[in-house]
């Protein structure tokens, strides 16, 4: 419902009753203006928290990164300049007024190119290739990109590949951090096949490393796990192409690992992050007639099965709000926690028809469950003291900034969880913090600034 100085919010009963072809337009992107929340600084912000399409770009081991783009779109470019990590490896290429209408700056990328290769090679850093990223003045004037990079490569005698910091496709068939993930394996070359090695595709960062994923694998006779993250160097990362077949952990992946498939006849297999046991469990019994085994995975399903009762055990009537900005889907991560006995009072997510499948079995759990999107003008009057006062706990960076005095998980480092491990680390996390706040006392009672 909506009133004039108020949040919109529809109840996860009101929506499920609705179905997915009557989404309320409120909750849809491009039918309104877009509010800056926690959420869309997250994911829009050059030099946010994460992986964003520059750092996602460098993830290959070696490469630099060429931004061309306005003053005003490079600036927090320098942020990410300034880590360690990325001493060096960013390089601008900045576009007048005259580029953007004439689009000039084209003719300049391949001597850039050139000149940022001389560089480094001089400097006794030879970089293994170079990404060119480029913005929406490009998507706009409809630059072919791949003839660009084809000439750029000619010219400066290593890999150059592109990657779209298009904003304006956020919403289409392949989105910005779609489309680089398929930038980042596009340098992948046909090899001969090693029958007891995977890919872990998805993360721009690392699983776990006490996943029962890895186990799970080897339990199948796989021998290397091959994670881009992990990679140490360009070689390494080209010995990619050796896999016997790709696991793909997010959907996000999926068009990279299609390209793959075509281009070097690597197949894949998708799963998905989630936290409800059963489904879990379904996934990796299905993962193991697909490889023709049977996984023994009892005891990390036992061990988070633990985790859970402990929290609920001692936490009996908790009541949680559940943001977007963590590693889950909110709305899946808020059945869960339903299926467990959590009273899950809030959920700050993007609704599409992609989640009402949640949406539908959450309103048979939790129908009072009040659905806000981080996307809306509305949220601008959302007020703790008058929109909610009996939260206990608050899942994600969002859910923390309506919550300003409620205990926390953030539950978005970079290093991934996934499967059973994932869901008991989260609740012991969730036990930790409760404990540490005393979980004898609500949120305190402020304004949300």
Known sequence: ???????????????????????????????????????????????????????????????????????????????LNESHE??????????????????????????????IVDFLEGEG???????ICVTCVDALLGTDMDRVCSKAEEACGIP????????????????????????????LEPRKKVPSTVNIMGYFSPLNDDSEIYDLLRQAG???INEISRMEDFNEYL?????????????????????????????????????????IKNQYIGLGRALGTEFDFESYRLAARAAIDELVSEYPDLRVAVGEICNANPFELALAMSRC?????????TVGPEVMPFISELAELSPDTEIYTNLSPTMIHYNISSDRKDIDLTIGKDARYYHPGCPN???????????????????????????????SENCERKEAL
């Not at 779209?164 to 596009?186: D, F």
């Not at 016997?244 to 299609?258: G, I, K, M, T």
């Not at 006995?341 to 997510?349: P, S, T």
């Not at 008991?424 to 706040?437: G, N, P, Q, S």
Request: net charge positive; proline share 6%; charged share 20%.
């Open 86 to 115: 990325y001493d060096g490896r960013f390089f601008f290429l900045l576009m007048s007024e005259t580029d953007l209408v004439t689009g000039r700056h084209l003719t300049k990328i391949s001597d850039a190119t050139s000149e």
């Open 160 to 187: 150059v590949r592109p990657c779209y910091m298009y904003a304006l496709t956020r919403e289409g068939r392949k989105p910005p951090m779609t489309y680089v993930r398929q930038s980042i394996y596009a340098m």
């Open 222 to 224: 796989v021998k290397k």
């Open 341 to 349: 006995g959590i009273k899950v009072a809030q959920i700050y997510g």
């Open 125 to 131: 850093k030879k970089p293994s290739c170079v990404m």
């Open 409 to 439: 998980v953030m539950w978005s480092e970079e290093i991934q969880p996934f499967g059973f491990s994932g869901v008991r680390r989260l609740f012991e996390e969730m036990k930790a913090v409760l404990k540490k706040a005393d979980g």
């Open 1 to 79: 419902m909506i009133s004039p100085g108020r949040p919109y919010t529809v109840t996860a009963a009101e929506l499920a009753e609705r179905g997915r072809d009557r989404i309320p337009t409120e909750l849809i992107t491009h039918e309104h203006l877009v509010y800056s929340s926690p959420a869309t600084l997250a994911f829009n912000s050059p030099g946010a928290q994460g992986f964003g399409v520059k750092r996602a770009g460098l993830t290959v081991p070696g490469s630099v990164m060429l931004l061309v783009a306005p003053g005003c779109c490079g600036r927090n470019t320098t942020l």
């Open 239 to 279: 010995s990619m192409a050796e896999a016997n077949f790709n696991l793909v952990l997010n959907a996000e992946a999926r068009f990279a690992a299609q390209d793959l498939q075509n281009r070097l006849g690597l197949p894949f297999i998708e799963m998905s992050r989630m936290y409800q046991m059963d489904r």
